[in-house]
C-alpha cells in the first residue's frame, strides 16, 4: 500500500480557503487518491476522490498533478463546522480495505 | 434513521469478560468493515466482510473475532477483553461498485479496565 505523508496540523480563519497537500510517492497505477473527513467522536466522512487532474465536488477540490505523487485537498471559504481531522488514502477503484494515516487536523478559528 | 447504527455506544467492562459490538446497517451494501481508532490516531482494520460467507482478517485481527448473521448485520467480539482494546469501535459499509465510499457509524467506545 502507498504510504502518504500530510501535515499534522494547519490553522486557519473563517472565509479562508484551505489547501492540505498529501504526498505519496509511491502510489500504484491502479489507487484512486480518496480524502475523509472525520469530526470528534464521529465516523469518518466520504469527501472526494480522484485519479489525475482536477476533481470538484460541493464541499471541496481535489487536485492531483500528472506525476500524481501528491494532491492536494483543497476547502473554500471554511468556516467553523470545517474543523475536523482530515485524511488522504489511496485506494483501488471500487476499493475495499483503507488504511489510514494520522490525517490533518484542521483547526478553523473565529 | 441512521444509515449504520452501532450498539452499545458505549461500554465500560473488565479485563477478562466476553464483550459482543453490532452493528447494523440499512444501505443494502455487501461489504461491511471493523475499524479501531486510538486516541489520535487514525483507524486500523480489524475485520471485513464482502458478503454474508466471505470473513476477511485486516491488520489487528488478534484478540478479535466477527460474525455476519445477515446482509445488514456484522459483530465484532472479544472474546477476553484486555486493557490495551479499550479504544473507539466504528462499523462502516460500502457497496462493492462505484467509488468504494465507506459510510461509517457513530461509534463505540469502549473501556476495558
Known amino acids: 500500500l502507498a504510504k502518504t505523508t500530510q501535515p499534522i496540523s494547519m490553522d486557519s480563519y473563517e472565509g479562508q480557503e484551505v489547501n492540505i497537500t498529501c504526498s505519496h510517492n509511491?502510489?500504484?497505477?491502479?489507487?484512486?487518491i480518496t480524502w475523509y473527513q472525520q469530526f470528534p467522536s464521529q465516523g469518518p466522512r466520504f469527501i472526494i476522490q480522484?485519479?489525475?487532474t482536477k476533481v470538484t465536488n460541493e464541499v471541496a477540490s481535489l487536485f492531483i498533478p500528472a506525476d500524481r505523487k501528491s494532491s492536494t485537498l483543497s476547502l473554500p471559504r471554511v468556516s467553523l463546522s470545517d474543523t475536523a481531522v482530515y485524511y488522504c488514502?489511496?485506494?483501488?477503484?471500487?476499493?475495499?480495505?483503507?488504511?489510514f494515516g494520522g490525517g490533518t487536523r484542521v483547526l478553523v478559528k473565529p | 434513521d441512521a444509515d449504520v447504527t452501532q450498539t452499545p455506544r458505549n461500554r465500560i467492562t473488565k479485563t477478562g469478560k466476553r464483550i459482543m459490538l453490532e452493528c447494523s446497517q440499512t444501505?443494502?451494501?455487501?461489504?461491511m468493515y471493523w475499524y479501531r481508532q486510538d486516541p489520535g490516531l487514525g483507524l486500523r482494520l480489524i475485520y471485513y466482510?464482502?458478503?454474508?460467507?466471505?470473513?476477511n482478517k485486516g491488520e489487528i485481527s488478534d484478540g478479535y473475532s466477527v460474525s455476519r448473521q445477515a446482509q445488514a448485520k456484522f459483530s465484532l467480539s472479544l472474546e477476553s477483553a484486555i486493557p490495551n482494546q479499550t479504544a473507539l469501535y466504528f462499523c462502516?459499509?460500502?457497496?462493492?461498485?462505484?467509488?468504494?465510499?465507506?459510510?461509517f457509524g457513530p461509534g463505540t467506545r469502549l473501556t476495558v479496565t
Open positions: 509511491n502510489i500504484a497505477t491502479n489507487d484512486y
Open positions: 466482510s464482502f458478503d454474508v460467507k466471505d470473513i
Open positions: 462502516a459499509t460500502s457497496a462493492a461498485g462505484g467509488q468504494g465510499e465507506q459510510y
Open positions: 444501505k443494502g451494501h455487501d461489504r
Open positions: 480522484g485519479y489525475k
Open positions: 488514502l489511496p485506494q483501488k477503484a471500487a476499493g475495499n480495505k483503507l488504511t
